[in-house]
């Protein structure tokens, strides 16, 4: 699936995961690929992606939003 991580002055990560694992104000969740549409809020946490070519990325955020559809991911984080 295709992810885009962004703040607002740049581009953290573009490109072809097979999971993220975010930091719901909920709790943790994960996404993979043909997940369901999903609209959520994140909280302070750490943000993890595992990469088409299995190489693992994690980031720090503080807080963000997260929308998901069609195996296209879009996530604003501060």
């Given at each position: 699936m295709?992810?885009?991580?962004t ?13 993220a ?35 693992e990325?994690t980031f720090d ?7 998901g ?8 984080v501060?």
């Open positions: 295709k992810i885009k991580i703040k607002p002055d740049a581009t953290l990560y573009e490109g072809e995961v097979k999971l694992q975010l930091p719901g104000t909920g709790g943790l969740f994960e996404i993979l690929n043909n997940h369901a549409p999903i609209i959520s809020s994140l909280t302070k946490g750490t943000l993890r992606i595992v990469t088409d070519t299995d190489e990325k955020i503080r807080g963000g939003v997260v929308k559809q069609q195996n296209n991911i879009l996530i604003l501060q």
